[in-house]
């Protein structure tokens, strides 16, 4: 079938500007060249209102010769704009006295020489190539007219949308309650062996676009709380097995046991659970097949899962996949999704209890209510529309996808009127009623496609660039598309605004789907639909906008290459050896530098946009001479990345400052040792990130002058896990364009209760310049405290909407949101702030009247026992004073809190929503419950005083050493150390120890770690008590950073060293007259780190 032709005239628009740039009185040039300019440029002109005319035929209605002559004109705009972009670079560098001969390589067009265009030869010169180019553009201009495309008629069209958001709530579903009852019905039907809980598998199978991934989602949703874990993972057309098999070992090994507080009842499945958290640690990315299918099938021999394999195209990956599905014979459930009947027969065999669903298209009543919901929301369709709408439905045949779009087509026409209907109906080709599969989807992708201006084709088409089920970052996206000039307008100002409306248009007319959508509709990422992406690719093959290779075709020829997707495999296929020169490639993605051999990059003089996946320092060699780059993205792989070996950190280029028009320079997944020193040349700069190890005073200078230099940063985020970020708290810095600022010590993504309560913050209080950043919508960051000015300060941004607030220490007094009104009536106090969350171990926040008026989803995280020995009570009636809330998630750390204390906890917060007069729903998670304490005396508050006294009493220090493992602690407050057994070998094994409480009692925890090497114990004799412990942190095969060797000193003996002193050493002495009396840290197969308890004797 032939795809439409997108005939993009995106090129020739951005051509046409600059152009007009050098023909400004700034560029002295020869008046013959001037003229030629003008020339050039009229012609082009007029060459881009025929594209624009052809690019509106339908693909059957295109004479061949034409589809050429369009090719012609864009292959001649990227040269035009690349001689264009290297003329003004030098340009710029003349003027400021400035020249890299490295440059001279990545000019096509200017000679070393000819560097300063006020010289006789370098106009010359630049005379010289206009000439050659006018030339070019006569000779295009002449087959136009051979080849009549002016004689191609199109009927005008407008485009004025008018559905401003498809999605500013969550989509609503429609035919989807009553499939999603018949396959929970299929899943618990009893088949053959129904008394032995047979593992029983359900099938999906439909065309694509059907909905199959939406109905099992909502399937999973609805049955995931039943089991003991769950995963859902997708296996698309190309699949990586080996990363498939992770993903869903990460799932089922990350899902927690389910929990009726019942006593003695599923504590093997929680002993289980912990044993298998802690074992799962560490880079799987290195494990064959066979180790992860045995890991999974371990994990779930004992539980009862629920498992989505989605969109399995062949058999061989659902083969390996199934190995890993355990027949445990405990009622487990199995979802597929599949185009093909064949697979879906493979899937659901005999031997596991499988049926198959024949997903069947929408009904003819929830057709039209799809149709006219996408169109008209809740307002019905006008009557004089009714009969073109069944004739457009009768077409659709009841597919969702093309429902959706042809909706979008028709909801962003400026009015609704039967003539554009029967247009849209007309236009639709018969194939619909001939064709089956996803030939169909083609057709009707590409009415909107062709509906969509210049510009907007072209950012979809750039999307082609990522691999199938990619989650992609809206920031990211957009930042990308102005490195590329495919987002460009009279202001740089306003740029990232315009992407961001090219996103949200991309939305609304359902061309990629929302991903992560926030209070305000805002979605944070997007994905685009495997149909969608098919048919975008197609497109760009055939315009040569984006080349994929996987080293499974032959390389294309190199003239045709406008961006270079070079994609994950096996094996080592790289860029020829022969290829010395790629002169057009503006973007290059490198998949993985491990399995590629990765090219030079001194083959790509116009490169824009690089990422590098998984790289080495080798990998970027030489990016300081790609003087046009603007987008830079540097990955490592994870155990690279957590090492933080200096080894294994990248050390950027000397030069770096070499990029002059670097726009985005994204580091935060890569460590890097130091800055170079050119990073104060970065004066283009719109986004930072980075992710820091070691910093010293020469480093911190550095990074001040580079963020006071860069005058238009719009985001700035920094990941720093051991480092202390105070030296930028006095910066006089006002970062007035800042839309977006992140300081965390961890990575976004990692939920602060898995990688426990840190100690070292990045920021010891917010800084004082952020309210400087008026532009500000969204701050992620991490304080030590946190006081009521802090907030004062974060209250009068105008625009900020995000808040991500984690605090260390928690204040004895609370945090009052105040409810401050204007004259108007409308909130002054975070007037725009829809998203907030907030952690610390002792939360205590008060939202007064009036207060929030605009928030609607709210986040706490908090530590129960911390918060009521802090604040006394559960306090949060003021949450009824949030007026717009919708949603209220808790996650509850119930370390050493007692049964009544986490009860009531729960108690409060139901109570709280249930007065709140918008009913928002409540998540509330509890973490830790096998921590909870369970007094056999039934405790009650009154004795809540002696543990509170107790507890003053203690101290604590740490942990020293990795973030491997997970977090381990104690049950009850220590009061005496016992013994301590220690395995050890080259490292630390584990660490496992006896303390008694204050009423005498005695208490064993641990071990934390394994117990496959050499034992030692210490019995602590009546009068001894620990007041040191020293030891060494390195790393091993096993982990990245633990605990190598270990030294307890005593007020009577040494015992150790333990382990291999190997690393950097540390070492905590106690204070005069007190004692360690417990440790906490981390461990998983080793012990990772250790923290220690004290108090006084």
């Known amino acids: 079938m032939e795809v439409a032709v997108s005939l993009s005239t995106g090129v020739l628009e951005v051509v046409l500007g600059k152009l007009g740039n050098i023909l400004m009185d700034e560029y002295e040039l020869q008046t013959g060249a001037k003229d030629g300019i003008r020339y050039i440029r009229e012609e082009l002109e007029s060459m881009q209102t025929a594209l624009e005319k052809v690019s509106k035929v339908p693909p059957d209605q295109l004479d061949k010769q034409v589809k050429i002559w369009a090719r012609k004109v864009r292959e001649m705009s990227y040269?035009?704009?690349?001689?264009?972009?290297?003329?003004?670079?030098?340009?710029?560098?003349?003027?400021?006295?400035?020249?890299?001969?490295?440059?001279?390589?990545?000019?096509?067009?200017?000679?070393?020489?000819?560097?300063?265009?006020?010289?006789?030869?370098?106009?010359?010169?630049?005379?010289?190539?206009?000439?050659?180019?006018?030339?070019?553009?006569?000779?295009?201009?002449?087959?136009?007219?051979?080849?009549?495309?002016?004689?191609?008629?199109?009927?005008?069209?407008?485009?004025?949308?008018?559905?401003?958001?498809?999605?500013?709530?969550?989509?609503?579903?429609?035919?989807?309650?009553h499939s999603t009852d018949e396959i929970i019905k299929l899943l618990s039907m009893e088949g053959e062996g129904a008394s032995e809980q047979k593992l029983k598998l359900v099938s999906i199978v439909g065309p694509g676009g059907m909905g199959k991934t939406t109905l099992a989602n909502a399937v999973y949703k609805k049955l995931e709380e039943q089991f003991d874990c769950t995963a859902f993972v997708s296996v698309s057309l190309q699949p990586n097995v080996k990363n498939i098999l992770s993903g869903l070992l990460r799932q089922v090994t990350a899902s927690k046991v389910k929990d009726d507080l019942e006593e003695g009842k599923d504590k093997d499945k929680k002993s289980l659970h912990r044993r298998e958290s802690q074992k799962h640690d560490g880079n799987t990315e290195t494990w064959s097949e066979k180790e992860l299918i045995d890991k999974i099938r371990h994990v779930l021999e004992k539980r009862r899962y629920l498992i989505v394999i989605d969109d399995i195209w062949e058999e061989q990956p659902w083969k390996l996949i199934k190995c890993a599905l355990f027949e445990n014979k405990l009622g487990s459930k199995v979802i597929t999704t599949t185009r093909n009947t064949e697979i879906a027969k493979l899937c659901s065999a005999d031997e596991v209890d499988g049926i198959i669903h024949q997903l069947q298209p929408l009904s003819d009543g929830d057709s039209e209510q799809l149709l006219y919901y996408k169109i008209f929301k809740n307002e019905g369709c006008p009557t004089e529309l009714k009969d073109v709408s069944q004739k457009i439905l009768k077409k659709c045949k009841g597919w969702p996808l093309a429902i959706n779009a042809i909706a979008s087509l028709l909801a962003n026409k400026p009015t609704q009127t039967q003539g554009q209907w029967y247009s849209v109906l007309n236009s639709i080709s018969t194939g619909l009623e001939n064709n089956h599969g996803v030939k169909d989807m083609r057709l009707i992708l590409s009415l909107s496609y062709r509906d969509m201006p210049a510009q907007l084709r072209d950012c979809l088409l750039y999307l082609s660039i990522f691999p199938e089920d990619h989650i992609i970052g809206r920031d990211d996206l957009i930042q990308r598309w102005i490195a590329e000039d495919l987002v460009h307008g009279r202001q740089d100002d306003y740029l990232y605004e315009l992407g961001n409306k090219y996103f949200n248009e991309l939305i609304n007319r359902s061309m990629i789907q929302p991903i992560d959508v926030d209070a305000f509709g805002r979605a944070q990422a997007c994905k685009v639909h495997d149909l969608v992406l098919e048919y975008i690719n197609s497109l760009s093959a055939e315009e040569d906008f984006v080349t994929i290779f996987n080293g499974l075709q032959s390389f294309p020829q190199s003239d045709s290459i406008h961006r270079l997707s070079l994609r994950n495999s096996e094996g080592e296929h790289g860029i020829p050896k022969a290829i010395k020169r790629l002169p057009h490639v503006r973007t290059l993605v490198v998949s993985s530098c491990f399995f590629y051999s990765t090219p030079s990059l001194s083959i790509f003089p116009v490169l824009r946009v690089l990422e590098l996946q998984r790289c080495t320092e080798s990998n970027i060699k030489g990016v300081e001479n790609l003087v046009h780059l603007r987008y830079l993205r540097l990955t490592q792989a994870y155990y690279f990345f957590y090492d933080g070996d200096a080894d294994h950190c990248i050390n950027l280029p000397e030069r770096i400052g070499n990029l002059q028009l670097l726009q985005t320079l994204d580091l935060k997944d890569a460590m890097i040792k130091e800055l170079p020193h050119t990073v104060v040349q970065f004066s283009q700069l719109r986004v930072l990130e980075i992710s820091l190890r070691k910093f010293d005073k020469r480093c911190e200078t550095l990074l001040l002058q580079c963020l006071c230099n860069v005058k238009q940063l719009e985001a700035l985020c920094i990941n720093a896990p051991d480092l202390s970020l105070d030296f930028m708290l006095q910066v006089d810095w006002a970062p007035t364009h800042l839309r977006r600022f992140t300081a965390s010590p961890r990575e976004q993504s990692k939920h602060m209760l898995r990688s426990g309560w840190v100690e070292l913050s990045p920021f010891s209080r917010l800084p004082r310049w952020i309210n400087s950043s008026l532009l500000l919508s969204d701050l992620s960051i991490m304080v030590r405290t946190l006081a009521q000015e802090d907030l004062e300060i974060l209250e009068v941004l105008p625009v900020l909407r995000s808040v991500d607030l984690e605090v260390i220490q928690a204040t004895g007094t609370r945090l009052e949101f105040n409810g401050s009104v204007g004259g108007n009536g409308h909130a002054t106090a975070f007037q725009c702030l829809g998203n907030l969350k907030f952690a610390s171990r002792a939360v205590g926040l008060v939202f007064k009247p009036g207060a929030v008026q605009e928030l609607q989803k709210l986040y706490l995280c908090f530590d129960v026992a911390e918060t009521k020995d802090v604040h006394g009570d559960f306090d949060f009636h003021s949450l009824e004073n949030i007026a717009s809330l919708k949603t209220l998630d808790v996650d509850i750390d119930c370390r050493c809190a007692r049964l009544w204390e986490v009860e009531a906890v729960e108690a409060a917060l139901s109570n709280?929503?249930?007065?709140?007069?918008?009913?928002?729903?409540?998540?509330?998670?509890?973490?830790?419950?096998?921590?909870?304490?369970h007094d056999q005396e039934e405790e009650i508050p009154e004795h809540l005083q002696a543990k509170k006294k107790e507890d003053a009493l203690l101290s604590r220090v740490g942990p020293f050493g990795g973030y491997g493992g997970r977090a381990r602690d104690i049950r009850v407050t220590p009061h005496r150390l016992e013994d301590v057994t220690i395995h050890s070998a080259n490292v630390v094994h584990s660490l496992a120890f006896s303390y008694a409480d204050h009423n005498g009692q005695q208490h064993s925890t641990g071990p934390w770690g394994s117990r496959d090497a050499r034992v030692s114990t210490i019995h602590l004799g009546p009068s001894e008590c620990l007041i040191k412990v020293s030891g060494s942190i390195g790393s091993s095969s096993e982990a990245a950073k633990l605990i190598t060797s270990l030294i307890f000193v005593t007020n009577e003996a040494s015992y150790g060293p333990f382990g291999k002193c190997i690393g950097d050493p540390f070492e905590f002495h106690v204070p005069s007259n007190s004692s360690i009396v417990g440790f906490f840290g981390r461990a998983g197969t080793r012990l990772d780190a250790i923290g220690f308890y004290f108090r006084p004797l």
């Open 79 to 177: 040269s035009i704009e690349d001689t264009i972009d290297s003329f003004m670079l030098h340009v710029d560098d003349s003027d400021d006295g400035e020249y890299s001969g490295s440059s001279a390589a990545c000019c096509p067009c200017v000679s070393a020489k000819s560097m300063l265009p006020r010289s006789y030869k370098a106009r010359r010169d630049i005379a010289a190539e206009i000439n050659r180019i006018k030339e070019e553009v006569d000779e295009v201009s002449k087959r136009r007219e051979r080849y009549k495309v002016d004689s191609i008629f199109v009927a005008p069209a407008s485009y004025d949308p008018r559905l401003l958001a498809l999605y500013e709530d969550k989509e609503k579903l429609v035919g989807i309650d």
């Open 912 to 933: 709280a929503t249930k007065l709140n007069p918008n009913c928002p729903t409540l998540g509330l998670t509890r973490h830790f419950p096998d921590l909870i304490l």
